[in-house]
């Protein structure tokens, strides 16, 4: 993944070397920042966003529990991060918005108080990047996972659902244990136990035929996990939010993980033993081949999922 040359900030579309922050903003120095992950795909018709109202509602969301008060709409959004590709000339790739307080204050107590006395922040910078992103050939990689020492952020400690930049430093402590420890990701549990999500990705369990996956409340409510839902449905599938032991993982079918990044992976083998036949099975690869087409415009009935560039320009 490399970064383009040019990038979106406050309404102009800048070069990247141009697109400076202060080191003593509270958004670099606590992660008060907001951001998300999107990806564009390659399509008949050209460049194609996935999910983009999905996210940037997400991302809008959360930079109000971060009080920060964003002055552009879904819309003005969406036209800014479609007129960035263009100027970029890619056709796929990955974007990656941002929203952070970019004025240099030391202290917890930046911003300034409302007539309710409630914190707020006014200036608030948005910055969109895209980079490219390489298909790896080969669909069938699957994953090695471990469950990781490190427990998912407690949904009493902060907002948990919202893409807070400083949730990752447990997910990167998770991440790199997992790695270090000879795996490819890291499965992390809430903090009562039950298997939670990835390190940036949700998981969905196959017991005979069904779907499992862990509800909201401690894990990010991804835009890939409801498209799954959505598709599961139309698919006939039953899909069941419920909370999962991790005994449930070991006696699964079937265990993936899915994200905007690494779109669904089969997990064939978690802390060394093997799940299901310890190959990649029937339903997982039913999902991951019906998603690769979602996403690259070959459904027409998911056709309102995605945005076309040319639409925007
Ligand atoms: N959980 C976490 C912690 C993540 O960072 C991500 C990636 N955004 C996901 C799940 C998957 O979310 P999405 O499908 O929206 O990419």
Redesign the pocket.
Known sequence: MALSKFVWKDGKIIRLRNAKVNIFSPSVQYGWKGF??IRFYDTEYGPAVF?LS??LD?LLDTAESLRMKVRYSVKELTEAVCRLILRNEMRQGYIRPDVLYAKAELGLRFGVKNKDNRRELNKITVAIAVASWDEKPGSDTSLKAKISPFVRIHPDSTIVGA?ISG??VN?IFALWEAEESGYDEAILLDYQGYVA??????LFVVKEGVLLTPPLGT?????????IMQLAIDNKYEVVEKDVYPEELFDADEVFL????MEILPVTSINGKLIGSGKPGETTKFFTELYKNVVRGRMSKYDHWLTYVKDYT
């Open positions: 998300e992950g999910c999905g996210h997400r893409k949730h990752y997910s999500e990835g390190s940036a990705e949700n894990i990010l409510p991804g835009i890939t996990r409801g498209a899915c994200g905007t990044a």
